[in-house]
């Protein structure tokens, strides 16, 4: 097993002042680094009968294909706004400043498929909660929900508590 926490980056006050933005982008050039995070999704998902894993534009769509690939299921993209050609349903959630809207086509899940989340980081929970309630709309069931990263100092896990969290790595402190 590959210790990756060193290999994701600090980027103090990006995008604004006193947030520490975890930068994933060393962990994308270390093929040994990619393969360990795939392979140790891919395993604790391997009997839990996944259709379908989601992931969310952007980063999350850096790892849900990896996974939907070694787990046999198809890959579903959650998007931002104005970007899916079809028919789709939205959720609007709120951040600190504003809100956010994500987008899933109707079609991307049928009732009952087992779908699971994939995001690269837990932060608050909102994006991943919107995720789950979106997938859920179309009848699809939340069969697990995966992040490489979480940021255990912030209350994502408990607002996430009626699905099954897995994070590879964890950082209680900025
Ligand atoms: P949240 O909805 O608060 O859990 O935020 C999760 C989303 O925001 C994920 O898609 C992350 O990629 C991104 N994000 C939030 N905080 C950070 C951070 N400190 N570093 C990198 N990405 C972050």
């Not at 890959?75 to 709120?94: A, D, T």
């Not at 912030?154 to 209680?172: E, H, I, N, S």
């Amino acid at each position: 097993m590959i210790d990756i926490a060193p290999i994701i980056r600090d980027v103090p006050d990006f995008p604004k002042e006193g947030i520490v933005f975890k930068d994933i982008t060393p962990l994308l050039t270390n093929p040994a680094a990619m393969k360990d995070i795939a392979d140790r999704l891919a395993e604790l998902f391997a009997d839990k009968q996944i259709d379908l894993v989601a992931g969310i534009e952007a980063r999350g769509w850096i790892f849900a294909p990896l996974l939907a690939e070694r787990l046999g299921a198809g890959f579903v993209p959650i998007r931002k706004p104005g970007k899916l050609p079809y028919k789709k349903i939205s959720r609007s959630y709120g951040l600190e400043y504003g809100t956010n809207t994500i987008e899933v086509h109707t079609d991307a899940v049928q009732a009952g498929q087992r779908v699971l989340m994939v995001d690269d980081l837990l932060a608050t929970g909102g994006t991943m909660v919107a995720a789950c309630e979106l997938i859920e709309e179309l009848g699809g069931q939340i069969a697990g929900v995966a992040f490489v990263i979480e940021l255990s100092f912030l209350p994502g896990r408990a607002k996430l508590d009626k699905y099954d969290v897995t994070t590879l790595v964890q950082f209680d402190g900025e």
